[in-house]
């Protein structure tokens, strides 16, 4: 089972997120802010991070940064998931490593979709 590591302050977000991430069939692992995303890392690597952005202790940026710089998470394939969604903000997600770059609110079929692609999947859509 692949697993989904979602980083992200919000916690309207993240309940909808594992959820929908579940439903998909995705072991769910949660972080609140970018610290604790990386604490997390470090006990459990997942395939793929879902980041937020503006989060507190490290922004995702930063977060994205130092996984982009571990040669233990090379692996790991990051998708920004963010209310930020100008180009400016986009390209310095990609800039820095992101595999993706999400805006909020976002289809959950579209965001299915781009996981799916991340981690060469055919399909991720919910049973």
Do not use: N
């Not at 697993?3 to 995705?26: H, K, N």
């Not at 202790?57 to 710089?69: K, P, Q």
């Not at 997600?93 to 976002?106: H, Q, S, V």
């Amino acid at each position: 089972m692949q697993s989904i590591l979602v980083a992200d302050d919000d916690p309207t977000v993240v309940v909808a997120l594992r959820y929908v991430l579940e439903q998909a069939g995705f072991k769910v692992a949660v972080a609140q802010d970018g610290q604790e995303a990386l604490d997390v890392m470090r006990r459990d690597v997942p395939d793929l991070l879902l980041l937020d952005v503006m989060m507190p202790r490290l922004s995702g940026y930063d977060v994205c940064e130092r996984v982009r710089a571990s040669p233990a998470w090379q692996h790991v394939r990051i998708l920004m998931l963010t209310a930020k969604g100008g180009v400016v903000e986009a390209s310095k997600g990609m800039a820095l490593g992101a595999d993706d770059y999400m805006t909020k609110p976002f289809s959950t079929r579209e965001l299915l979709s781009r996981i799916g692609r991340l981690l060469s999947r055919q399909t991720c859509e919910p049973t």
